[in-house]
């Protein structure tokens, strides 16, 4: 059974840093890794993507500050300059190859809160 869980979360000011990490367990093979946020009233968006070839992409808000990497079936966040606004749930996601599927599956979320 696959299970995606993320850790790392937690309260700092602004200008701090933080890193997030998300182990998947019960997967063989992966495509792309990603990190989401939601804040309370707003839609959940992807803040950063990384394929199984170390291709990455971030959203605008976050570039130049944010970094992802992955290693097998972990993906990590490395978060710095962090700003009010980057409070947020962050969840991981996993996409797990089975065959000609792929399934994205997901953590349960780990609160950020950017706060003086």
Request: net charge positive.
């Amino acid at each position: 059974q696959v299970q995606v869980a993320e850790t790392g979360g937690g309260s700092v000011q602004p200008g701090s840093s933080l890193k997030l990490s998300c182990a998947g367990f019960g997967i063989q093979r992966t495509a792309s890794m990603s990190w989401y946020r939601q804040s309370p009233g707003k839609q959940r968006e992807l803040v950063a993507d990384i394929t199984s070839g170390g291709s990455v992409s971030y959203v605008d808000a976050v570039k130049g500050r944010f970094s992802i990497a992955r290693d097998r079936n972990m993906v990590f966040l490395q978060m710095t300059s962090l700003k009010t606004e980057d409070t947020a749930v962050y969840y991981c996601t996993v996409d797990v190859i089975s065959g000609l599927n792929i399934t994205k599956y997901w953590g349960q979320g780990t609160q950020v809160t950017v706060s003086s």
